[in-house]
């Protein structure tokens, strides 16, 4: 009983004589547009509330000043609880409770001006805030219109209390003005501390990051010109570097590279080493007249290109990208005339590696210093290893290298009696290297190399982890014409054939086949640079895959799906290369030195003399 009197009694609270008659249609219109409309707009605040904590966490809001990240937030969770607000005016509307709906209005006038204030302290007095006034002037004739009963109610209650209150009038004015009063200006000064913080910040901001860092080859140099090389050596080892024992999580000041050498140390020194060579090479370029205008004019588009895209993954602006990954002083401006630096030093250099041309006598000469350089070997082995673990004993270590030594002894036995090194491998490895190179070094090789080994030689060479026993067949210059391909590499072949039939669909260029390695391969080697295999060697890669590539009746534009141990490869064949394989060794690697020397002549002696302002680097 006293529950139902309880319940009866808040019943009439909330009730009044005007909930009795019925709102017009309208208003109830307006009710169903409002939960529309707000339900439409929660999801979306609720991703913009998602991307700015993401933004926060990785770190793209360093550039703002705290009072605008925590303004940002408030801003969000105001609009949160407006959206929510009315949707409930809404219901109420729709159900007719027209003193709810009024007594709602109290809460829709604090959110809206709340909202108001974020909206300034953000973006300032304009057109934004025409939505809350609005509001707040719909609200107002809503109230009135929806339950004129609380305004009766407000004058009844006013004058039963006007004679006990008339004493205290003048000090409770007193009391409300000042509390008014103290809202006002706290509103005022949140304001204006806000706007005059992040005014203040931006413009230090800009100031240090355009203050001379560094003087290079006579010119000075920025902050955030400097940050830029930082942030690129940074980059590199935040994301590789804890096999090198650097933990982006932690400041590089604070960890120690060597001894007396911090990472932060580390990286400035490679930055500026860096950025030395490419001003140095970058003014020779602009002594010499050289017009680097269209590499530039497109590394600034492909670099901008890139960081619009990353940027957008992680909902960022490019500015807040950039600060991001190369620190807090970094704008567009100077990230476009470091990439615009670097692309006409680039562009020089290859200008002059281009320029350079030699004749037979030249590439002869360079075969002569060093013919095996030029040469390829072929050689038959059978592998024996240990397979003992790390933590193996040095005794069982030694028993397994004899056991290892002698099965490979077991082997040449074996082929001295008339049997193929295939037959007699056992649990060995066999393999024919028909061109294996000098490039990497070994026992065996250096053995196949030398210059009175003649074809039936044999011998047991030892490696880390075991020994092999090694036949030699024959040695020759790399007389062939190595040749370009683009492939794009896939786990099955019904995946292959699609994509290749793709490719036929349409223009079947090479632009087209490089575009799909670029999205569908996943050799992570090639796929970059869409699926470009160029100048091949024989012997580099495995059988299937150098089969059809070395085909003499190869053409250009031949394509073909092939089976390799790494999966299928769709083939795309560019072309084959004039000179022979030596030749074109030859002539890059005559290039290569006078290219460094070049390099050398314009770089040694330039210095980088730091500035003041390089502390704020890093």
């Known amino acids: 009983h006293a529950l139902d009197e309880t319940t009866a009694t808040i019943a009439a609270e909330f009730t009044s004589p005007a909930d009795k008659k019925r709102l017009p249609v309208v208003l109830r219109v307006f009710g169903v547009l409002l939960i529309v409309g707000s339900g439409v707009a929660l999801p979306v605040i609720a991703k913009t509330m998602y991307q700015a904590v993401t933004m926060f966490d990785a770190g793209a809001m360093r550039g703002e000043g ?4 925590v303004v940002t937030f408030v801003n969000l969770a105001v609009l949160v609880a407006l959206a929510v607000t009315l949707i409930v005016f809404g219901v109420r509307l729709i159900r007719n409770q027209r003193r709810w709906a009024a007594l709602l209005s109290y809460g829709l006038y604090v959110l809206l ?12 007095i304009g057109y934004e805030l025409i939505p809350y006034g609005v509001g707040f002037a719909v609200t107002v004739a809503l109230q009135s219109y929806l339950d004129p009963s609380l305004l009766e109610e407000r004058r009844a209650h006013r004058k039963a209390r ?9 000090r409770s004015t007193r009391i409300y003005t000042a509390v008014i009063v103290a809202f006002v200006l706290l509103g005022v000064v949140l304001f204006a501390s806000g706007r005059i913080q992040a005014s203040n910040e931006a413009k230090e901001t800009a100031r240090i990051g355009a203050e001379s860092a560094v003087t290079i080859d006579g010119e000075d140099f920025s902050v955030n010109d400097v940050a830029y090389y930082y942030g690129s050596i940074y980059n590199t080892f935040a994301n590789n570097g804890s096999s090198f024992g650097f933990d982006s999580s932690k400041s590089a000041r604070e960890q120690q590279y060597t001894e007396g050498k911090t990472w932060h140390d580390y990286f400035l020194e490679s930055a500026l080493d860096y950025m030395k060579e490419s001003v140095a090479v970058a003014h ?6 050289f017009d680097g205008a269209e590499q530039m004019d497109s590394a600034e588009q492909s670099n901008l290109s890139m960081v619009d895209l990353y940027a957008s993954y992680s909902g960022a602006t490019r500015a807040q990208y950039l600060t991001a990954m190369f620190g807090k002083y970094m704008t567009e401006e100077a990230f476009v005339r470091c990439v615009r630096r670097n692309a006409l030093a680039s562009a020089y250099q290859q200008s002059y590696s281009d320029s350079l041309t030699y004749s037979a006598a030249d590439l002869q000469a360079a075969y002569d210093e060093d013919p095996d350089a030029y040469c390829s070997v072929d050689i038959e082995y059978v592998s024996f290893t240990t397979g003992l673990s790390s933590d193996a004993t040095d005794a069982e270590k030694s028993a397994a290298m004899e056991e290892a030594k002698a099965k490979a002894e077991a082997v040449l036995a074996a082929y001295a009696e008339g049997r193929s090194f295939e037959e007699s491998a056992g649990d060995g490895t066999y393999t024919h290297l028909a061109h294996a190179d000098r490039s990497v070094t070994s026992d065996m090789l250096t053995w196949a190399f030398a210059a009175d080994r003649v074809a039936g030689d044999t011998t047991v060479a030892e490696q880390s982890n075991g020994y092999n026993a090694v036949l030699f067949h024959s040695r020759s210059r790399d007389d062939y014409h190595p040749v370009t391909v683009r492939h794009i590499l896939v786990e099955d072949e019904a995946t292959a054939e699609e994509i290749l039939a793709d ?6 260029t090479e632009s087209d086949f490089a575009a799909l390695a670029s999205t569908k391969s996943t050799d992570s080697g090639t796929a970059s640079n869409g699926g470009l295999v160029s100048n091949m060697r024989k012997g580099a890669y495995v059988q299937p895959f150098e089969d ?20 299928y490869h769709v083939m795309y064949f560019v072309e084959t290369n004039p000179l022979p394989y030596w030749e074109y060794k030859a002539t890059n690697t005559l290039k290569s030195s006078a290219v460094n020397d070049w390099y050398d002549a314009i770089t040694d002696g330039v210095t980088a003399k730091q500035l003041d302002a390089i502390e704020y680097v890093g």
């Open 284 to 289: 020779a370029a602009e002594a010499a007249g």
């Open 66 to 69: 705290i009072s605008t990240i």
């Open 113 to 124: 001006l709340a909202g108001a204030l974020c909206s300034i302290m953000l973006a300032g």
């Open 548 to 567: 059809w590539c070395f085909d003499p009746g190869r053409q250009s534009g031949d394509t073909d799906i092939i089976k390799s141990e790494y999966g």
């Open 503 to 508: 490719f036929k669909a349409g223009d079947a």
């Open 162 to 170: 006007e004679a006990e209150e008339k004493a205290k009038e003048r």
